[in-house]
Structure formats: C-alpha cells, structure tokens
C-alpha cells in the first residue's frame, strides 16, 4: 500500500523556470491537499481539492496553481518560480475534508 | 488570526521517561486536532486525531488529551524510546472552512539510551 506519493523528491530550479510537482494517492480519498513547509513557520496550506473537480486556495496561493486530475491525482504547478519559493512540499490526503489527513515524503526544492 | 504554540521547542529526555508535549491554541472554537510525527528529511505520519467533542484518544503508548476551554492538547508518550525521536506537530482544524487549519511549529524530541 502506497499512500501518498510525490514526484520528484529533489529538484532544483532557475529563477523564471516553471515545473509541475505530481502527486497521487490509493487509498480512495475524496479530498487532497498541498502545503509547504519553510523553517520557523509550521506548515502552511497551499491550496486544496474537497473532492474531484474542485480546488480552492488556501493560506499562500499566490504563485501556484493546481489540477485535481482524476481521484488519484492533485498536481502543483509554479509557473515562473521564484526564490521565495523554495521549500519543502507536501502533499496529503483524507477520506473527506476535516478527517485524518496522511502525507506524502516530500518534494524538497530550491530556486536559484 | 489563529495561532497554535507548541512549547518547548525541542526537549531531551531519558529512555524509559514518561514525557508530555503541549499544543495549545488561541480560538477555542475548533473542529478536531490532530497529531503527526515527523522525521527528518520525511513527510508527516499521522498519529492521533481528536474531534471537538472528545476529551482524549488513545494508541498505544500514545495518549492525547482536549481541553477546548483552555486552548489545549497534550500528546502524552509512556515509557520512551529511541524509536521516538523525532518532531512532532499538531495540527487545529477550525469550523468554517478547511483553509483554517493551522499547524504549530512542533517540538523536538530526543530519546537518549
């Protein structure tokens, strides 16, 4: 059983560059999130899907963008990254929103 | 806004210790809590989840308690191990929209054998 998987672990990017972080859970869950997470700050929501077809911003949206695929799948996309940007990302799953949340191993990027 | 402590930041203790980590949090009109583990270089695993009307859970060695009106949880961990070292986060799930949930900032734990 795989849970939560993120794709890639690394990366390292070009200030302007832009990249997409995949994401995808097996565990039949309705609801999908994305957080980043920067020293000194917890974890910080991104952006989130309730269920297939929607997603809505969360605390920094600013920057990103996101696609519910199907079920599975939640993608994070930085058009034209900037250094702030660079952290670790997470993402996470749960049966519905407001339920036990389980995460992935994160995607851990900077941008130069 | 919300915001969630969690004090100490990091804290060392003796194997075998009962230990106890705090959570506490400023708007008491919250919806769950719930608690995670992380290790280094790794994602969240999640290990108990509290809803508001609870007072505590329990998993094991693992208990975690609920006090809405002083604005605090307790992850209480008997008998520690090494196995135990790690951060560990709560996290607060406030009514009126998931894009409320506020996470702290963990505590730090070492077991020492």
């Given at each position: ?6 794709t ?35 974890l ?10 929607t ?26 990254a900037?250094?702030s ?5 997470f993402c ?21 | ?6 004090i100490?930041?990091?804290l ?61 949880s ?14 560990y ?6 009514s009126g929209g998931?894009?409320k ?9 070492q077991?020492?054998?």
């Open positions: 059983n795989a849970g939560v998987t993120q890639p672990k690394f990366q390292v990017l070009k200030t302007g560059q832009s990249m997409t972080l995949q994401c995808a859970q097996d565990m039949n869950h309705n609801s999908m999130y994305w957080y980043r997470q920067d020293p000194g700050m917890g910080r929501l991104i952006y989130y899907s309730a269920s297939e077809g997603t809505d911003k969360g605390e920094v949206p600013n920057g990103y963008n996101v696609s519910r695929l199907n079920k599975r799948e939640f993608s994070l996309r930085l058009e034209s900037a250094p940007q660079t952290s670790v990302y996470a799953s749960s049966v519905r929103l407001n339920t036990e949340a389980f995460f992935g191993q994160g995607t851990r990027l900077t941008v130069v | 806004k919300q915001e969630v402590t969690q100490p930041a990091a060392s203790v003796p194997e075998g210790e009962n230990l106890v980590l705090n959570c506490s949090f400023t708007d008491s009109a919250i919806y769950n809590l719930q608690w995670f583990r992380q290790d280094p270089g790794k994602g969240l695993t999640s290990l108990l989840l509290i809803q508001s009307s609870q007072r505590e859970q329990t998993s094991g060695r693992l208990n975690a308690s609920l006090d809405k009106s002083s604005g605090r307790t992850l209480y961990i008997a008998a520690s191990q090494p196995g135990d070292s790690a951060t986060l709560c996290a607060v799930g406030y998931y894009q949930v506020t996470f702290g900032t963990g505590t730090k734990l077991v020492i054998p």
